[in-house]
Each structure stands twice: as C-alpha cells, then as structure tokens.
C-alpha cells in the first residue's frame, strides 16, 4: 500500500479518501491525505471569491500508473498547486463536494479522459488556519484569458478552434455524469504545454468547486458566482440546469474571439444584471470563421431550451474546424481597435466569485418597478432575427453588432 501518510484529523476527510482508495476503478482516482511538510517552495498565485490559490514542489510527489510500469511509484519534486478552501477547517461530507464529483468522473471515464477534466491528487492542511487545500496539478500555460493575452495576434483560428473543442469535450463529459458546472468561466479552464515528456497542449476544465448533481435541488439560499458568466433565468431565480453553463460558453467564445473579458468596460452591478435579463450580450465583431458566430449566439439564448447542448457544440465546433481549413482558406485574426488584449478592465468589473444574492434580489425588484422597458441606447436588434452578416470579408478593422436578446 503506497498511500500511507496517515489521516488528516477530519474524520469526512479520511472516510471519503478511504472510499476512494477501496472503491476506484482506476489507481489515478485514489486520493491520499499529505502532511503539509510534504511542500517546499510554496508561492502565491491568486485569490478567488472562496479560496486562495498557491503553487509548491511536492517532495515525494504523486503516483502514477506510467511511473509503475517501471517499478517507480511517484515522481519526485513535483510541481503542483494548493488550493486553500477558505473557512474550511470543519469541513463536512456535504462541502467535500468538489472532489467527490472528481471521484465520479475518474471512475465513469478513467484516464483517457483527464486531459479535459481536472485532476486531483489528493488533500493536505494549512498548518496555521488548518484549512483544507486540494492538491491539484500545475498547469504552466495558465487560465484562458492569460494563454490567449499573450501572444493573441499569432494564435490561429485553427489552434483557437482546437482549444474550443476540446472545452466542450470536457464539459461534455462533465454533463454526462448529469453534473452542472455553475461557475464556468474562463479563469477555469487551464491548459498545460507537457505530458508524459510529450511537447502537446492540454486543455482541462477545473474549480468544480460549486457544481452539484443535475439530480439534486438548485434551489440555494445563495447565488455565486460572475455576473458576466451568469445566465438571465438565474437572476431570475431558476434552477440551474446544463443549459445554464451553455450559456457561459457561448461567453468563453467571445474570449477567444476578442481576447477580452465580456462587459469588462463597465461596473457588474444591478444595471448589468437588468441589461442581461433585457437581453443585453457583448458586442459582436464580426471576424471568426463561418459558423462561430451562429454558434455563439445560439449558447446566448434567452430561452434556455434553445440553446444546443455541449455534444452538439462538440459537434458543430469539429465543422467549423474542417470548414475552416477547406480548400486551404482559413480565417485570420484581424487587427482592430475593438478587440485584443488591454491593459486594465474596469474598476467596477469584478471577475471573481461572488455571493450575489442581495444584488440580484435589488435588481430583480427595480426590473419589475419600471414603467417602461430599459432603454439601452445601443444599437438594437433582435437575436433571433437571422444571423448577422460579415460584411469586413476579413479585410477591414472589423464590424461591431451590439446584440440584443429578446
């Protein structure tokens, strides 16, 4: 037995990374307790609405199947990350519900799957708050605002289409298992440069930290999350369901397309929320090859049953790919004013996780106060309404369509 550092001091800890080690199908689904003397070169990465994030070396490292072959069962000096739950030093069964859905998805999918699912290797505590922190993989490319902010200009369509699928891949697999994500954005989705020496990009989602089962009730007294990223009927107090987290990756395309935050040029307060629920979505530059444009807005549907489904998106993001490359056109990245990196969003943007239920509650009675629809001041028209055309022909600075959704 190679899982033997002891137990954590938590009994739901210890129950749960027991029943991992006697009921997995595969040996990377075993997770173990780490004493925290375990990490060196512990250094601060980020901090989110519920956890603060830290990257390390771990001595002894994690097991691997690849490693055991060859008589090795852990690789050394291993570069992870340590993320602090915050306020989590009593932990119950309930709240240990991110890795539990890890375990889920390692059992039903085995390995050939972690590549678009995160990873966890196990748990470990803060010696000082004594907080549980998740040991998960480092990814070295970073999150997908960061990757695409670095070299935009230069990263083809082909290889933005590529990333795409493989998203929708792993929120597709994440779906199956009749899991909602809840908080899909793109500070969770990670990519990764090496695996197994191999010099190949990784795409995985991660932070499964507030997702439930599609069985369970999603009826919260509290609303997380980034309003941005929130579809409309969640502000209107409907349940999540999958087609909630379509919606987020109808906005996690528009990233990719302009390299940009959605609404990162205003304050995510209760006049957002109103302009959501009106319909308001991000601008539309209309340079992306045929079909991504559709695609985006169709995830964009007010309706929740409009919106296609993240098999479906697979699917139609595997076209566009195909079509792209047809008789040797593929659609280039224009430079245009209103897309590409910038330097700051605004000082009222906030792209952390959130309790938002009193400002939903506050937006959700102003809404219903008004005497006449929000005038948006924008140019208007109706989603709905046919696709909108490309008429740059991938030639001029980009044309800009405001969308809004009825």
Not at 50 to 78: E, L, Q
Not at 119 to 134: A, C, K, L
Not at 293 to 315: F, G, Q, S, V
Request: charged share 25%; net charge neutral.
């Amino acid at each position: 037995m190679v899982y033997n550092h002891g137990p954590s001091g938590n009994k739901f800890i210890d129950d749960f990374i027991n029943y991992t080690q006697i009921n997995v199908i595969t040996k990377n689904g075993k997770l173990e307790f780490v004493p925290f003397e375990q990490f060196i070169k512990i250094e601060f990465i980020a901090e989110g609405g519920f956890s603060t994030i830290y990257k390390a070396t771990w001595i002894d490292g994690p097991v691997t199947n690849y490693k055991r072959k060859r008589g090795d069962y852990r690789v050394p000096n291993y570069i992870v990350v340590l993320k602090k739950i915050n306020d989590s030093r009593n932990i119950t069964s309930k709240e240990l519900n991110e890795i539990k859905i890890f375990y889920e998805s390692s059992s039903k999918y085995r390995c050939n799957h972690y590549n678009y699912v995160g990873n966890y290797f196990g748990i470990t505590r803060d010696p000082n708050s004594q907080d549980i922190m998740i040991i998960m993989p480092y990814y070295d490319s970073g999150d997908l605002i960061h990757y695409i902010a670095k070299d935009f200009y230069n990263i083809s369509w082909e290889t933005k289409l590529e990333r795409l699928g493989g998203i929708a891949y792993g929120l597709a697999q994440i779906h199956k298992l009749n899991i909602i994500h809840r908080d899909f954005h793109s500070g969770n989705i990670l990519f990764n440069r090496e695996n197994d020496g191999q010099f190949v990009n990784i795409t995985t989602i991660g932070d499964l930290g507030i997702n439930k089962s599609a069985f369970e009730s999603g009826n919260d007294n509290e609303s997380y999350g980034i309003i941005p990223y929130m579809a409309p009927e969640i502000f209107q107090r409907q349940k999540y369901d999958k087609s909630s987290d379509i919606y987020s990756f109808g906005m996690i395309m528009w990233e990719l397309m302009t390299c940009r935050r959605p609404f990162w040029d205003r304050n995510h307060d209760t006049k957002l929320i109103i302009d959501i629920c009106d319909g308001l979505r991000p601008p539309i530059v209309t340079n992306a090859p045929e079909g991504y444009i559709e695609l985006m807005k169709e995830c964009w549907y007010t309706d929740p049953n409009k919106r296609p489904t993240a098999d479906d998106i697979h699917k139609r993001v595997g076209n566009i790919r195909i079509h792209n490359h047809k008789n040797g056109i593929q659609t280039r990245i224009i430079k245009s004013s209103n897309i590409g990196p910038i330097a700051l969003n605004y000082p009222g943007a906030i792209y952390k996780s959130r309790p938002l239920s009193a400002m939903i509650n506050t937006a959700m009675i102003l809404r219903s106060l008004r005497s006449q629809p929000t005038n948006l001041e924008k140019v208007k028209r109706r989603f709905e309404d046919g696709l909108i055309e490309n008429h740059n022909d991938n030639n001029d600075d980009g044309m800009i369509v405001f969308v809004i959704c009825k």
